[in-house]
Nanobody, 118 residues
């Protein structure tokens, strides 16, 4: 069974930066997309950033984070990263790493809390 473990969350002031990491382990899982979702209290889970496996490694971002967040991957380390800059209070949420198969099956990490506050 594949497992995802996130790290790098914490408390940061508005305008600050954080980098989240997600490392996968365990049995192989045939995914074609990986990335990050987030969920704020009282809100639905929303896509933050995705990275296509293989090919050109196409990326996609939620509208609210475009230009501020960058997703990247390291196949050798079985990791995916989310660089977050110019953080805003609205970015406060639990951030979840995920894998998605071609059939739409998701595997989720346990989540890491990001709090943006002065």
């Amino acid at each position: 069974q594949v497992q995802l473990v996130e790290s790098g969350g914490g408390l940061v002031q508005p305008g600050g930066s954080l980098t989240l990491s997600c490392v996968r382990s365990g049995n192989s899982f045939n995914f074609n997309t990986l990335g990050w979702y987030r969920q704020a209290p009282g809100k639905q889970r929303e896509l933050v950033a995705s990275l296509a496996r293989g090919g050109g490694g196409n990326t996609d971002y939620g509208d609210s984070v475009k230009g501020r967040f960058t997703i990247s991957g390291d196949n050798a380390k079985r990791a995916v990263y989310l660089q977050m800059k110019d953080l805003k209070p609205d970015d406060t949420a639990v951030y979840y790493c995920y894998l998605r198969s071609a059939l739409g099956v998701f595997v989720w990490g346990q989540g890491t809390q990001v709090t943006v506050s002065s």
